[in-house]
T-cell receptor, first 105, second 111 residues
Framework: GEDVEQSLFLSVREGDSSVINCTYTDSSSTYLYWYKQEPGAGLQLLTYIFSNMDMKQDQRLTVLLNKKDKHLSLRIADTQTGDSAIYFCADMLTFGGGTRLMVKP | DAGITQSPRHKVTETGTPVTLRCHQT?????MYWYRQDPGHGLRLIHY???????DKGEVSDGYSVSRSKTEDFLLTLESATSSQTSVYFC??????????FGPGTRLTVL
């Protein structure tokens, strides 16, 4: 079946850039998504990219999509302590296991 | 997101008892989903609905049933709860696009 995989953990210093990576197997998805989950909360849609795009930029967020390698990444510029959370990539119905981002002051 | 709510938010129950979780949306969205979230597994789809009385199984549907008698409500039932069903349950909704919006979650503990 479909599979979405992410690294478990990323630690960065405040002000640095964060890059969270994701690989997927189902190439039929129309959109690919990034969600943010803060402690004790539900998932919040952060951004998404249409499958025929290579890149999407939204303020501090940049999403890169490499369809050939089935690789999706989320770059957060000027990472802040408020960005500390778990980030999930997903296609329509399949979610990765989440990457816990820790931002050190 | 205020457009989608879940109840209860927390529940503790005993093995063998039936449990029903409710998801309620006010956006008139066609699609609704139930997921469970467990450490190391991310979110896994239990059941989903593509309209009133139209439901289908997801990846981990065993031990769960759902009902959707109205557009706004999607119920998840554990007929006889087991300890392996201790989890955080999220429902989600989606309109004409694929984008899903999630409820705040229900933490269920089965003793």
């Amino acid at each position: 079946g479909e599979d979405v995989e992410q690294s478990l953990f990323l630690s960065v210093r405040e002000g640095d850039s964060s890059v969270i990576n994701c690989t997927y197997t189902d190439s039929s998805s129309t959109y690919l998504y990034w969600y943010k989950q803060e402690p004790g909360a539900g998932l919040q849609l952060l951004t998404y990219i249409f499958s025929n795009m290579d890149m999407k930029q939204d303020q501090r967020l940049t999403v890169l999509l490499n369809k050939k390698d089935k690789h999706l990444s989320l770059r957060i510029a000027d990472t802040q302590t408020g960005d500390s959370a778990i980030y999930f990539c997903a296609d329509m119905l399949t979610f990765g296991g989440g990457t816990r981002l820790m931002v050190k002051p | 997101d205020a457009g989608i709510t879940q109840s209860p938010r927390h529940k503790v129950t005993e093995t063998g008892t039936p449990v029903t979780l409710r998801c309620h949306q006010t956006e008139n969205h066609r699609y609704m989903y139930w997921y469970r979230q467990d450490p190391g597994h991310g979110l896994r789809l239990i059941h989903y609905s593509y309209g009133v009385k139209d439901t289908d199984k997801g990846e981990v549907s065993d031990g769960y049933s759902v009902s959707r008698s109205k557009t706004e409500d999607f119920l998840l039932t554990l007929e006889s709860a087991t300890s392996s069903q201790t989890s955080v349950y999220f429902c989600a909704m989606a309109g004409s696009t694929d984008t899903q919006y999630f409820g705040p979650g229900t933490r269920l503990t089965v003793l």
